[in-house]
């Protein structure tokens, strides 16, 4: 368990995780229980919006445990929350591109650029840095 300054990172790292697994968990909700109208552009047939929005539950789900796993300041919270944002940025970028014919590129940006802030915490978080030694 990891105990001194670096539990600032993690907490953020976690808040992150876990609001933006949130987000992502209601949209998959709401795509799910979308009706067969074609609301908001959506261009995809309704098993392709059903598997779209389970796939959305399905990243929510790992990136609110990876946030727990930060917040309870595990040592494999960083390959947990690497892992859960990759999958993330990945199941944007093909969700966009079965829902709407395109990929949405400043979307998926967007997410790549949360993804890379959420790892960088994460690292700041659980590494030792280096002991710096002085020369007697």
Excluded: Y
């Excluded at 790292?13 to 987000?23: C, E, K, Q, R």
């Excluded at 979308?34 to 929510?60: K, P, Y």
């Amino acid at each position: 368990m990891i105990t001194d300054k670096r539990n600032g990172f993690l907490i953020a790292a976690s808040i992150l995780l876990i609001a933006i697994g949130s987000a992502v968990g209601a949209a998959g909700v709401s795509l799910i229980r979308l009706d067969g109208t074609r609301q908001l552009g959506i261009a995809a047939s309704d098993s392709t919006i059903l598997f779209v929005g389970s796939m959305a539950v399905v990243i929510a789900i790992a990136l609110v445990l990876s946030g727990i796993i930060a917040l309870r300041r595990r040592e494999f919270a960083l390959v947990a929350g690497a892992c859960s944002t990759v999958a993330f940025v990945v199941a944007g970028f093909v969700g966009n591109a079965m829902l709407f014919n395109s990929p949405r590129l400043l979307h998926t940006g967007a997410n790549a650029i949360v993804a890379i802030l959420i790892d960088g915490l994460l690292w700041k978080g659980v590494s030792r840095g280096e002991e710096r030694t002085r020369p007697h």
